[in-house]
């Protein structure tokens, strides 16, 4: 019934904690989880700001076609 809040969450301090990889895979895990993921869901939460700049993140949430 989470459907990946909890990942997102340890995505989220991993974020904070500097540790972007991890972040980034975590983020996999949500979404994989069933955690509704794109650009305006991340762009709107400050925690993943840290990520705005990260290359691997940025493909995970560029829209696909």
Do not use: K
Not at 32 to 39: T, V
Not at 53 to 60: H, L, Q, Y
């Amino acid at each position: 019934y989470l459907r990946g809040g909890h990942t997102y969450n340890r995505a989220s301090v991993a974020a904070a904690l500097g540790h972007h990889d991890v972040s980034v895979h975590l983020l996999q895990q949500a979404h994989e989880q069933g955690m509704y993921l794109d650009i305006w869901a991340t762009h709107l939460d400050p925690d993943m700001r840290l990520l705005r700049e990260f290359g691997p993140f940025m493909s995970f949430i560029e829209p696909r076609g």
